[in-house]
């Protein structure tokens, strides 16, 4: 009997971990693909920062580099699954200061004109919830032992440096244009 219920034990572990995979490789490889894309695509950095001035985030350079520098660093690290709750709470970061800078005055929806919040919010919150799952099995985190902590940790660490560091930044560096509602 025993050794059933740890048969089961171990394949709803694995199942987990799994899903857990499933959420890293999607949400990294997603925000990795925005990262590059700022780098290497459209109008690359200089086209990025020239669109965050026009949003008040200035100095528009350096938000663009430091923007897309977190976008691919967090993106790699959620892949990988080294150092999950750090990488989640970089991925809330960036969705809150894309919330409250683009996409909050355009409502909930994102068919709204402008997009509204929908994309952004559901990416946040799935990023502070897989803070919490940490990187599961199949992860560096796991196998060298590096985040060890318990779920509630690393949702805490999701949740309150994703947030923080988001009203930090906003705080330093946006400056919304007086036309802004």
């Known amino acids: 009997m025993l050794t059933q219920a740890h048969h089961h034990a171990v394949q709803l572990t694995t199942a987990l971990s799994i899903c857990v995979l499933i959420m890293r490789l999607t949400l990294g490889g997603m925000i990795l693909a925005h990262g590059l894309n700022k780098f290497f695509g459209g109008g690359k950095i200089a086209g990025t920062a ?10 528009g350079k350096l938000n663009a580099l430091m923007a897309a520098s977190t976008e691919v660093g967090c993106g790699v690290l959620l892949i990988i699954g080294l150092l999950t709750p750090l990488a989640c709470a970089a991925l809330v970061s960036l969705m809150v200061v894309a919330i409250i800078t683009v996409h909050r005055k355009n409502g909930f929806f994102v068919f709204n004109p402008g997009q509204g919040i929908e994309y952004c919010l559901i990416v946040a919150l799935m990023a502070v919830a897989l803070g919490g799952l940490g990187g599961g099995k199949f992860s560096i985190d796991h196998a ?16 309150i440096i994703g947030v923080g560091g988001a009203l930090l930044q906003l705080a330093v560096f946006f400056r919304p244009p007086k036309d802004a509602g």
């Open 144 to 159: 060298a032992k590096i985040w060890t902590f318990r779920p509630a940790i690393g949702l805490a660490v999701a949740a």
């Open 50 to 59: 020239a669109w965050f001035e026009s949003i008040g985030m200035k100095p």
